[in-house]
């Protein structure tokens, strides 16, 4: 087990960045070990590089920090690599290969050799951000840090409910929660806040999403038109994908949204029937057994029998 403060002995100059589209884990994670360096490392200068972090986590500390831009001039003595693997940092993989030291931290089991010169992967722990929760020294933490990762833990585990959550998850999200935060109010804001356009758009995808394979899976998809009718960033499709997963009797929900011509963005979850990641490694995407994403190129109805296909072969159809 690393010591994260003695790995950082010596730099002036550290960066953070999680995978491309970040999810709450990655977000949470990045803030959360932001805030725990510049707290216990006087003078050290952190960074903290990500893509389109969702503004649902906009309360946690650090946030407005982030740089989306990726300039091509930063150097870093140390480079940290959370919730990923290489090839799923995306503008920040410059940052990685040039870092005097890398370390990755993950809990993918897609990345278990891990793809630094310090690795902790622990593919069988909740999140990136329980991970961080167990490698910190806890009489080192503040609120703000604990409540970042309180929040990466509660989203990578949906709400404590997917079969990820240990015992020992409970335990640590209890000794977080000590800390004082407002956790009430974080779980309002990160799974049923809504802004009237997101509740737009997710009533027309419901609307008309589709049934197949026995009613077992179901697919929703906002295209180029409709999403420039109302107007749609990446940010207002937050949720849709969950909502899909809970109705009655669906095996694996599937999102789509068109990012370019015969191209879209998607989101899977399942139950305990089919393993999404394994499906989303195929086509060059990642994430978890419940819970993963891709960029698929072709037509919608291509990236529906394409993805059909490995499902019905999971399900034995």
Known sequence: MIDLIKECEGAKRIGISGH??????????????????LINI????????LEYPPSIFSGIEGYDTIDTTFPDDEQYDVYFALDCNFERLGAAQKYFSAAGK??????????????????????????????????????????????????????????????????E?????????????????????????????QSQIMGR?????????????????????????????PKDYEGIVNQLVNIRGIDVAIFMYQTNPMEFKVSMRSSEAVDVAKIAQEFGGGGHVRAAGLTMKGTFHDCVNNLSEKIAEQLGM
């Open 205 to 233: 995808c419901m609307m008309e999403s589709v049934r197949f394979m026995d009613e077992r899976c179901i697919v929703g998809v906002v295209d180029a038109k409709t999403a420039d009718f109302y107007g749609c960033k």
């Open 42 to 49: 006087p003078g050290i200068e952190v960074k903290v590089n």
């Open 102 to 167: 890398r370390i990755n931290i993950d809990h993918h089991v897609s990345n278990a050799e891990g793809c630094g010169d310090v690795n902790v992967v622990e593919p069988e722990i909740s999140s990136t951000a329980e991970l961080l929760c167990k490698l910190m020294d806890k009489s080192k933490l503040d609120k703000e840090t604990a409540m970042a990762l309180y929040v990466g833990m509660v989203t990578d585990t949906g709400l404590f409910q997917f079969s990820c959550t240990s015992p």
């Open 169 to 197: 998850t409970m335990r640590r999200a209890a000794d977080l929660m000590e800390y004082g935060f407002d956790f009430p109010k974080i779980i309002k804001k990160v799974f049923f806040e809504r802004t009237y356009l």
């Open 20 to 37: 491309i589209r970040p999810d709450g884990d990655a977000v949470s994670s990045c803030l959360a070990l932001r805030r725990y360096l």
